[in-house]
């Protein structure tokens, strides 16, 4: 259809005259509707109804003229006849509405890839007289905040009592799906109050 005329009751489409194709395949790459093959060095409009109306793009660029299209009169005569304006105004109505959802997707998935809503970190140091699990459930008490994912990697269990340097690992996130970043300063002041030492923190969300 076009604009509400079915597309083959439009005789627009490309002529190529043989004799003076010379196989340049230039209407091949050009067009992107898939029109033409190249058959005997020689381009063919094989499916001419795929051509845009209105496009004569092809013919424009031969550089043999041997691509000829109808005259142009008959798309005027045939928007007259359908009174086509009423459609084509329906038509860029919805296409503006899909262009804005579009932009509005846009603008929402960039706003939510400038959150940061989950930060791994990784501290090395001495935990086994720290309490520190326990700050870290006190740090975020009444707050919507989580630690999630917590690892202790510990050498030996009496390495450990020895206060022999462990690893610990976890994730900050947020309960609510929101920024995080405003959190994070006290974190890292909770591990640095424990003389802890911050090995690594990186944005997971």
């Not at 109804?49 to 041997?66: I, L, R, S």
């Not at 462990?166 to 900050?172: E, P, W």
Request: charged share 30%.
């Amino acid at each position: 259809m076009w604009h509400g005329i079915p597309r083959q009751d439009i005789p627009w489409f490309p002529t190529v005259d043989p004799d003076t194709c010379i196989g340049c395949t230039l209407c091949y790459t050009t067009c992107g509707r898939g029109v033409y093959e190249m058959q005997d060095n020689k381009a063919v409009p094989v499916n001419p109804m795929n051509c845009m109306v209105g496009c004569n793009t092809c013919g424009t660029v031969c550089p043999t003229q041997a691509i000829e299209f109808p005259d142009r009169d008959l798309i005027w005569k045939l928007e007259r006849e359908h009174k086509i304006f009423k459609v084509v105004r329906q038509e860029a109505k919805e296409k503006m509405a899909r262009q804005e959802a579009l932009k509005a997707r846009a603008a929402a998935e960039d706003a939510v890839a400038k959150l940061t809503t989950r930060v791994r970190f990784e501290v090395a140091g001495e935990f086994s007289e720290k309490r520190f699990l326990i700050q870290l459930e006190e740090l975020i008490k009444d707050k919507p905040y989580d630690f999630v994912n917590l690892r202790l990697d510990v050498p030996t269990v009496k390495g450990a009592m020895e206060k022999t340097p462990a690893f610990m690992s976890f994730d900050v996130t947020s309960t609510e799906q929101e920024d995080i970043q405003a959190f994070l300063p006290e974190v890292r002041e909770l591990i640095r109050r424990n003389g802890l030492t911050l090995v690594s923190e990186n944005k997971l969300s």
